[in-house]
């Protein structure tokens, strides 16, 4: 496993991450005892970095890790999030941050938490009745980040790099530390020009105009939760049903959206779309660490080996570019 700086943290994250949400699902549905072995595999393997929220599975993610790495004795790079909701924006943004961040580390069994993160979308302005905070609020919830790392319970913060692209570009320009970026062969947006005629949303490049701040950069839905397997069929553990992020309305569609890249097995750039998919997302130097959410210790084991094949090849990614 290779290592990545996370900006200008001073951590060093594994370049895959291992994702603790609801759409792989392990840390939310799994059983214990799988939930133990399969972390206890990830970190024998040099996954450092474990990503979580309060809101996954209302809170059982994050105690499913917590009480693995207890079992484990094991020391990991955590990062956790903060969802604000329509009362704590138009109460205390502050009171709401330091509620919730307590509540995680009891959850986690942790005095401390490495990464705190808004989890809310950006627009240029609220949108409370769909939780959207503003460039203002994300500014308004680092000062209560900073508040609880001057106690020593937060080490760096960040924010959730989705919602109305100009919005989430002039946040950048705050005080954040982190972001988390989607991007994958679906949608590279966030890392590569818009190609002509794009269809979906333009995230901007904010993965360059991050990384030229010296902003850890964290990628999400590196498989467009799951499409990119090239299969609809889902775990047991993972969500019955997946919301797309900045593709198409159906994951159908963008399940069939994926064989698009089947090029890259039938050329010998990858041996699956999996692979192929993974592969891509780590081959932007800029991100820190590429998210993959888990359902079993199969789906870690291929996420691992894609990972330690490092980069695609300088021709596959040219091909990509003409896509």
């Excluded at 509620?99 to 995680?104: A, D, G």
């Excluded at 790099?161 to 919005?167: F, I, M, R, V």
């Excluded at 799951?226 to 997946?242: I, P, Q, Y």
Aim: net charge negative; charged share 20%.
């Amino acid at each position: 496993m290779n290592y990545r700086q996370l900006g200008k943290t001073g951590l060093k994250v594994s370049t895959l991450g291992f994702g603790c949400g609801a759409v792989g699902g392990l840390l939310v549905k799994g059983d214990r005892s799988d939930i133990v072995r399969v972390i206890a595999h990830a970190i024998e393997q040099g996954i450092n970095y474990f990503d979580t929220a309060a809101i996954y599975g209302d809170g059982q993610s994050e105690m499913s890790l917590g009480l693995a790495l207890e079992e484990l004795k094991a020391e990991v790079i955590i990062g956790t999030k903060v969802r604000l909701l329509a009362e704590d924006l138009t109460g205390s943004i502050e009171q709401a941050v330091i509620k919730s961040v307590e509540n995680s580390l009891k959850r986690l069994r942790r005095d401390y938490v490495d990464l705190i993160q808004l989890h809310n979308y950006v627009a240029s302005e609220r949108q409370l009745e769909q939780h959207w905070v503003s460039p203002d609020d994300v500014e308004a919830t680092i000062l209560a980040f900073q508040k609880l790392h001057e106690q020593g319970k937060v080490g760096f913060w960040g924010f959730n790099g989705l919602g109305e692209t100009d919005a989430v570009l002039t946040a950048l320009e705050g005080s954040a530390q982190t972001i988390q970026a989607c991007f994958n062969l679906l949608n590279p947006t966030a890392g590569m020009p818009t190609p002509d005629n794009f269809p979906y949303q333009d995230f901007g490049q904010s993965i360059d105009k991050a990384a030229e701040k010296q902003m850890g950069v964290i990628a999400i839905r590196v498989l467009a939760g799951g499409a990119l397997s090239g299969s609809a069929n889902r775990h047991d553990n993972a969500t019955e049903t997946v919301a797309p992020i900045a593709t198409n309305n159906d994951f159908a569609d963008d399940v069939n959206q994926a064989h698009r890249f089947n090029f890259l097995i039938q050329e010998g750039y990858a041996s699956s779309l999996v692979e192929a998919a993974i592969r891509f997302a780590i081959s932007k130097s800029e991100v820190s660490t590429a998210l993959v959410g888990i359902s079993s210790m199969e789906q870690l084991e291929e996420a691992i080996e894609a990972t330690n094949k490092g980069s695609l090849q300088p021709e596959a990614l040219q091909c990509l570019v003409h896509q």
